[in-house]
């Protein structure tokens, strides 16, 4: 019969001398193996503690490191102690204005400033006209 191991357990083998990792609802003793892991053995500690599926996968491990884990197997997990997983959501974040200008002085500069320009451009002609 297989050991059935709860999180809170399994987090308490994350160091270099006593390394556990939970994969696809597995737990493996990984100790042995952090020497020879390709990655070093940073990779490995720092995917203790969680469930380190996703780590594992998104890596895309060979058939050969697959079978590999057999050896280091010691037990289950159990499920329930594994926390859900929530998806992430960005909060709302509000407009942002980048030079902090009421949007309304830049609504009436949009307004004025062409006109000002036409005024200009009428009186120059004028004036350059009446001489």
């Known amino acids: 019969m297989t050991k059935v191991f709860t999180l809170a357990e399994v987090k308490e083998h994350n160091h270099a001398k006593d390394c556990w990792l939970v994969i696809g609802g597995k737990v493996y003793d990984v100790t042995k193996f952090l020497e ?3 990655g ?13 599926t996703d780590d594992f996968e998104d890596v895309g491990h060979s058939t050969t490191a697959r ?5 280091y197997y010691v037990g289950d997990i159990d499920a329930s102690t594994i926390p859900a997983k929530v998806k992430y959501t960005p909060p709302k974040q509000p407009h942002y204005n980048q030079d902090k200008t009421p949007d309304f002085i830049i609504k009436m ?6 006109i000002v320009i036409l ?4 009186g120059v002609r004028i004036y350059t006209k009446s001489e």
């Open 40 to 52: 070093g053995d940073d990779v490995l500690i720092s995917s203790t503690g969680k469930d380190a």
């Open 67 to 71: 079978s590999m884990m057999d050896e």
């Open 109 to 114: 500069l949009q307004f004025l400033v062409p």
């Open 36 to 38: 020879d892991h390709p």
């Open 119 to 122: 005024g200009l451009a009428v």
